[in-house]
């Protein structure tokens, strides 16, 4: 089944040639379906970008997906343009009345500030709050998941030594869980990031459970027991040339940047990137919807509350 996104949407074009099924809301408004309603808090400065990957992920289910997009009223996106923002994304005012099955809200640039120094953190911690009452299940990605268990649980984030950049093997620890069925034992996810929320101080908080983990870069996906929340630190949603887009966007800029680990083959920037991490990206977004939005959620929204 595909996703309904809004007309004129660049990310319909480029998902189109993958041969991937997207819908336009003329059609969706004709059959007689009862869409999931899955809005995204979009942090991220490359907001097209990002639209497309998480677009390119939810698609990949039997379910319809009615999708909103959100910005930050106390924050003017400064990488994307004023006409995509007017046409395509509206303001947390505008939905805070309405209930959504499932949001999502990315990662955003600014780990490496103090979460109360972020311009839009009150307006975030608004939506946060919201989403216990008008959401059904909430996936917070990166510096959202860090600020969402700071905000929710009083998780601390930790300044890195250096910054956590490239490609990192991960284990399943809880195989049973929903989220991670039909993940291999080990499986690879991308992060590019300054800080971490440690998993002493996860393990000490007994409402969060560690779904999966890894030697070097930590905790990766952390569900709530209490709420139906869940925080990934990394970005399985990446494209296979994301990360080399940051590195030579760094280092053009002259600013110390490590080549990202287990990222070019044989550690030569001039080779091309693979996607190693796909199959698990699209398992983890579509057992997220399947599981815990789908299976789970009032078919009458108004039931959330």
Not at 13 to 20: A, D, K, R, T
Not at 105 to 127: H, K, M, N, Q, S
Request: net charge negative.
């Amino acid at each position: 089944m595909p996703i309904k996104i809004p007309e004129g949407l660049p990310a319909a074009g480029i998902l189109e040639n993958e041969n991937i099924f997207v819908m336009n809301e003329l059609r969706a408004n004709q059959q007689d379906i009862r869409p999931l309603r899955i809005a995204i808090l979009n942090l991220m400065p490359t907001k097209i970008v990002t639209e497309t990957q998480l677009i390119r992920l939810l698609s990949n289910t039997p379910l319809q997906i009615e999708l909103t997009l959100l910005q930050t009223a106390s924050h003017v996106s400064k990488n994307t343009p004023a006409e995509h923002m007017e046409t395509f994304y509206k303001y947390f005012d505008d939905v805070c009345d309405s209930n959504f099955d499932g949001l999502i809200i990315t990662g955003a640039p600014v780990e490496e500030l103090p979460f109360e120094a972020v311009d839009y953190w009150p307006e975030l911690c608004r939506v946060m709050e919201w989403s216990k009452t008008h959401v059904f299940s909430t996936f917070h990605i990166c510096w959202a998941a860090q600020a969402a268990l700071y905000h929710h649980y009083g998780v601390p984030k930790y300044k890195l030594d250096k910054k956590l950049f490239g490609v990192y093997s991960h284990t399943v620890s809880v195989p049973e869980h929903p989220l991670v069925r039909g993940f291999d034992e080990k499986f690879l996810a991308p992060h590019s990031r300054h800080t971490e929320c440690r998993v002493s101080d996860i393990e000490m908080e007994q409402r969060l459970r560690i779904l999966a983990e890894s030697e070097e870069a930590g905790a990766f996906i952390i569900a709530a027991k209490d709420r139906n929340m869940f925080f990934v630190t990394g970005h399985s949603e990446y494209d296979n040339d994301t990360l080399s887009r940051e590195y030579f966007r760094d280092k053009e800029k002259g600013l110390d940047i490590q080549l990202p680990y287990n990222y070019f083959p044989g550690n030569d920037e001039t080779k091309r990137p693979p996607n190693k991490w796909r199959g698990h990206a699209h398992l983890l977004f579509s057992n997220w919807l399947n599981y815990f939005v789908y299976q789970l959620t009032p078919y009458d929204l108004n039931e959330i509350r």
